[in-house]
């Protein structure tokens, strides 16, 4: 299972972190996933927000490159997402993911991040 925390209220411009615990998945499930983060804006489909892959590469949807970094831990099986220079429309509930050819398919319940202009 995952669990992602670290949601709030914050201001434009502001910043916040979350991170995405696991439990239950074994290390080589973690280690062999592509993991990553998604959104739902209120009223709107969910999106791919960003990815990381085995290697720690990240890639990133258009509307948060270079505002946004995620990463993960292998060792403690978590992912996290910086969140810098938000805006209203990052408004959304997030949802952290994990997709291993092994171990199958995983999602965290939400975390929802407001952000007020």
């Known amino acids: 299972q995952l669990q992602a925390s670290g949601g709030g209220l914050v201001q434009a411009g502001g910043s916040l972190r979350l991170s995405c615990a696991t439990s239950?998945?074994?290390?080589?499930?973690?280690?062999?996933?592509?993991v990553g983060w998604y959104r739902q804006p209120p009223g709107k489909q969910r999106e791919l927000v960003a990815t990381v892959n085995t290697g720690g590469v990240a890639d990133y949807a258009d509307f948060v490159k270079g505002r946004f970094t995620a990463s993960r831990d292998n060792r403690r099986r978590t992912l996290n997402l910086q969140m810098t220079l938000l805006k209203p429309e990052d408004t959304a509930v997030y949802y952290c993911h994990l997709n291993s050819p092994y171990g199958g398919e995983y999602w965290g319940k939400g975390t929802q991040v407001t952000v007020s202009s």
């Open positions: 239950g998945i074994i290390l080589s499930t973690f280690n062999s996933a592509l």
